[in-house]
């Protein structure tokens, strides 16, 4: 008889008590199972303790029973081990915290694989992910962390780890101790979303268990091959990181703290006010290390629409560019999700012009495009994309003229094609 492995725990209730396996007195575990008086956390339904030799220890529904918890991961001992782990290292490092394995958060509807609640109340949800996920669907679970005010914080299974070497042409202008990591969908949102990568060798796979190796991307690193530094320390020995998690601080610009309203409660003498593109010229030096002199040429195309965003062009075009192109190579573009972070953190003109805005990224998008960096159908302005290339990997800077030539040809084209068709 096969059970739902995904409904295997390490979690029990007894009354308003948790009790993990691996922590609580076995002996305590199976008296209080014998006497039924272990429930599921999620359902409430009654689960037994599975202590027996050949598979490791886990609570369980009676047969039959039809659990409401949302499954993570199908459990493997990977994965069991490394939750384990953390919530070791986690009670160990953070002893005043109050440390919750397979925590069910009804406001995400998730399982956490570990949850710490700190005595400030703040939470921390680690998550040890050792099967694929994708680019969406990692999103999808970080954003519902975030917006119910949780860090997120993952690390992946040891048996993720590929390590490549390093072609011949790139070793030679390499530092030392730099090898190639090879990436999934995964690791590649990770890298392109500005995620700690983080692997966790909790069964032994590649290194001595309990093995936390970090990679640090090297600066022009693409997530296709990134290169970088690997350093490996057991994870019980390390402090927790706390400064990991604010990676995503920097992964928008910083809006401008209440410049509409300052002018209404002014002296009424002129303020020194930042200009409406310092702050995104604050993000992309920060993030991107591009300065005003070293920004590609090629952006300040004149397109349609641009008379709805409130600042340089080249600054709202480099600002797009680097959140959603540079480095991305592989990733997906679509319009909608530029639409609206461009409403959320670029400058606008109010009341605001939204046919307008609508135009100016969409003609963005056909110049991208003709650039050699965005795959787009002909003629198909608002479906999904993804990234062929960016400024670092294009084979020459493209050049602005020619991408508005190309751009108005493909026009007449679509035009043509239109008429031709009766369209
Ligand atoms: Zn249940």
Redesign the pocket.
């Given at each position: 008889m096969r059970s739902n492995s995904a409904?295997n725990l390490l979690v029990a209730c007894s009354g308003a008590k948790r009790l993990t396996i691996g922590f609580d007195a076995a002996e305590l575990l199976r008296r209080l199972s014998d006497s039924r008086e272990l429930t599921?956390p999620?359902?409430?339904?009654t689960?037994i303790l599975h202590a027996g030799i050949v598979r490791a220890h886990h609570f369980a529904?009676l047969p039959g029973?039809v659990?409401?918890?949302p499954a993570s991961e199908p459990e493997t001992e990977e994965h069991r081990a490394g939750k384990l782990l953390i919530a070791r290292w986690l009670r160990e490092r953070l002893p005043d915290a109050d440390i919750q394995l397979e925590a069910y958060l009804p406001e995400t509807a998730q399982r956490a694989d570990v949850l710490a609640i700190l005595p400030d109340h703040s939470r921390i949800a680690l998550e040890y992910q050792c099967a694929n996920l994708s680019a969406r669907e990692w999103r999808r679970r970080h954003e519902q962390y975030r917006g119910a005010g949780l860090c997120d914080m993952w690390m992946l299974g040891g048996s993720r780890l590929a390590v490549g070497t390093m072609e011949r042409e790139s070793s030679d202008k390499a530092e030392d101790g730099q090898a190639v990591l090879r990436t999934g969908e995964l690791e590649r949102t990770l890298f392109w979303d500005g995620a700690p990568l983080m692997f966790l060798d909790a069964a032994g796979e590649r290194s001595a268990v309990g093995t936390l190796t970090r990679f640090r991307p090297s600066e022009d690193a693409q997530a296709h091959r990134p290169q970088g530094r690997f350093v490996s320390r057991p994870l019980l020995e390390l402090a927790f990181p706390f400064a990991l998690l604010n990676w995503q601080e920097h992964s928008h610009p910083e809006e401008p703290t209440s410049v509409t309203s300052s002018s209404q409660h002014g002296s009424g003498a002129p303020r020194s006010q930042p200009s409406s593109d310092f702050w995104l010229w604050q993000w992309m030096t920060q993030r991107f290390r591009v300065t005003p002199e070293t920004l590609p040429e090629f952006f300040g195309l004149t397109v349609n629409g641009a008379e709805a965003i409130s600042c340089d062009p080249a600054v709202w075009q480099a600002a797009i560019y680097y959140r959603f192109v540079h480095r991305r190579i592989g990733d997906g573009w679509w319009l909608g999700e530029v639409e609206t972070w461009t409403r959320a953190y670029l400058p606008l003109v109010k009341p605001l012009r939204l046919p307008r805005l609508r135009t100016a990224l969409a003609n963005f998008q056909e110049a991208l495009a003709a650039a050699g960096m965005l795959s787009l159908p002909m003629g198909y302005g608002r479906s999904n994309a993804r990234i062929l290339a960016d400024m670092t990997t294009l084979p020459a800077p493209p050049d602005r003229a020619e991408v508005l030539r190309l751009v108005r040809y493909r026009r007449t084209l679509v035009r043509e094609n239109a008429a031709a068709y009766g369209g």
């Open positions: 409904q599921c999620g359902c409430g339904a689960v529904h029973a659990c409401t918890l």
